[in-house]
C-alpha cells in the first residue's frame, strides 16, 4: 500500500520557508528578523509557511539565549567548547531544518523554547 501523498506549497512559500532557516547563517540579527518578518507578514496566507517561520524564529531566539548563557561559563573555561558546540549544532540543524522544508514538511527543532506560538 503506498503512503498518502501530501499537497506540496508552492515554490515561493517553499523559497520563504528555506530562508527563514538559513538565515541564522548570515548573522544572528538576520536570523531573529528575517523569520519574524516572514511570520508577521505571511502567517495569514499559508500555515505551511507560518510552521516554519515560527519553528526558525523559536530556535534562534533559544540559540541565542543559549549563547548568552555561555558567556559567564567561558570564565571557568566550559564556556568556549559549549560555545563551538552551539554554533556547530545550529549550522547542522538550520541546514537539515531546511531540507525538511524544502521537502514540504516542518521541521521541530530539539531543545527549543516555545516563545513564539
Given at each position: 500500500?503506498?503512503?498518502?501523498?501530501?499537497?506540496q506549497?508552492?515554490?515561493?512559500?517553499k523559497?520563504?520557508?528555506?530562508?527563514?532557516?538559513?538565515?541564522?547563517?548570515?548573522?544572528?540579527?538576520?536570523?531573529?528578523?528575517?523569520?519574524?518578518?516572514?511570520?508577521?507578514?505571511?502567517?495569514?496566507?499559508?500555515?505551511?509557511?507560518?510552521r516554519?517561520?515560527?519553528?526558525?524564529?523559536?530556535?534562534?531566539?533559544?540559540?541565542?539565549?543559549?549563547?548568552?548563557?555561555?558567556?559567564?561559563?567561558?570564565?571557568?573555561?566550559?564556556?568556549?567548547?559549549?560555545?563551538?558546540?552551539?554554533?556547530?549544532?545550529?549550522?547542522?540543524?538550520?541546514?537539515?531544518?531546511?531540507?525538511?522544508?524544502?521537502?514540504?514538511?516542518?521541521?521541530h527543532?530539539?531543545?527549543?523554547?516555545?516563545?513564539?506560538?
Amino acid at each position: 500500500m503506498e503512503p498518502p501523498t501530501l499537497a506540496q506549497p508552492p515554490g515561493s512559500n517553499k523559497i520563504w520557508s528555506i530562508l527563514s532557516h538559513l538565515s541564522i547563517l548570515v548573522t544572528p540579527v538576520v536570523g531573529i528578523v528575517f523569520p519574524l518578518v516572514v511570520f508577521l507578514a505571511m502567517r495569514h496566507e499559508s500555515e505551511y509557511l507560518s510552521r516554519n517561520a515560527r519553528e526558525a524564529l523559536n530556535f534562534h531566539i533559544s540559540l541565542i539565549i543559549y549563547g548568552l548563557c555561555c558567556i559567564p561559563l567561558m570564565f571557568i573555561v566550559i564556556g568556549i567548547p559549549m560555545l563551538f558546540i552551539l554554533w556547530f549544532a545550529s549550522i547542522i540543524l538550520a541546514i537539515v531544518a531546511a531540507v525538511k522544508a524544502s521537502d514540504g514538511g516542518c521541521y521541530h527543532y530539539p531543545l527549543t523554547l516555545p516563545l513564539v506560538t
